[in-house]
């Protein structure tokens, strides 16, 4: 059996809890930390900018589709189905990134909350030391952020709103192409897939996102105690 150290064996103590005497760090050390901690702002501002780009991505390529299809008759409906699908793509490249961000930004935030406030002379007993090593063995992925949760965190900030745009211009599109009297369920059919299938499909679709984005949870992205202890405060 395995019983090797868990994320939460390197939790960090909790305020008023008994810690171990800490040796005071050395000047290679000191040096080391303020390095790490450029480094990992730089890295965290870098996969912020990334979290933009790839909204803007969907929110631009929406937007074009939206112009191109509602404007011109010639283009089918079945333009807004294919955007769906690309915003998936943009959907899950951002959770890829925001899950780099977020365990750049728990390293950066164990620093500022510990380690600074140590060299300043503030005594913690919080043993910080321990939780960013243990986060530095692994630094793109400690604490554990799940595919699910960072995607659900990014619908619920950006991609619902986007794919609700969406499929209301969709059901205009249907209007419009046909005099706007259709029956929006026939009218959705693609070659021989009755509109009903189609219907039933998009449906599905918006289902899931939806359950994805009302299960994250402000604590998604930190499964260890430690992380708890760092960011139970902080800000959305």
């Known amino acids: 059996?395995?019983?090797?150290?868990?994320?939460?064996?390197?939790?960090?103590?909790?305020?008023?809890?008994?810690?171990?005497?800490?040796?005071?760090?050395?000047?290679?050390?000191?040096?080391?930390?303020?390095?790490?901690?450029r480094a990992e702002v730089g890295r965290m501002t870098s996969y912020r900018q990334r979290l933009d780009t790839t909204t803007n991505w969907a929110i631009t390529s929406?937007?074009?589709?939206?112009?191109?299809?509602l404007g011109n008759a010639t283009i089918p409906h079945e333009a807004f189905l294919f955007l769906m699908f690309v915003n998936?793509?943009?959907?899950?490249?951002?959770?890829?990134?925001?899950?780099?961000?977020?365990?750049?930004?728990?390293?950066?935030?164990?620093m500022?909350?510990?380690?600074?406030?140590?060299?300043?002379?503030?005594?913690?007993?919080?043993?910080w030391r321990r939780a960013l090593i243990e986060a530095l063995r692994t630094p793109y992925s400690y604490p554990p952020v799940g595919m699910l949760a960072a995607a659900g965190w990014r619908l619920r900030r950006n991609y619902l709103g986007i794919y609700a745009a969406v499929l209301l211009t969709w059901i205009a599109k249907l209007e419009i192409a046909n005099g706007g009297y259709a029956d929006l369920i026939?009218?959705?059919?693609?070659?021989r897939v009755p509109g009903l299938v189609v219907w039933a499909l998009v449906i599905c679709v918006y289902v899931a996102l939806i359950a994805i984005g009302l299960m994250a949870k402000r604590t998604y992205a930190m499964g260890s105690e430690a992380a708890q202890a760092v960011l139970r405060q902080e800000p959305d």
Do not use: C, W
């Not at 059996?1 to 305020?15: C, E, K, S, W």
């Not at 929406?62 to 299809?69: E, G, P």
């Not at 500022?112 to 503030?122: I, K, M, Q, T």
């Open 112 to 127: 500022e909350r510990y380690f600074y406030p140590e060299v300043l002379g503030e005594s913690t007993a919080r043993d």
């Open 186 to 191: 026939a009218v959705a059919a693609i070659g």
């Open 62 to 69: 929406s937007a074009l589709v939206t112009t191109f299809s």
């Open 88 to 110: 998936v793509f943009f959907l899950v490249v951002e959770a890829r990134r925001f899950r780099v961000y977020e365990a750049a930004r728990y390293r950066v935030l164990l």
């Open 1 to 37: 059996m395995d019983t090797g150290a868990r994320p939460l064996d390197v939790a960090v103590a909790a305020d008023g809890a008994d810690a171990a005497p800490k040796q005071a760090l050395s000047a290679g050390a000191l040096n080391a930390l303020v390095h790490l901690y």
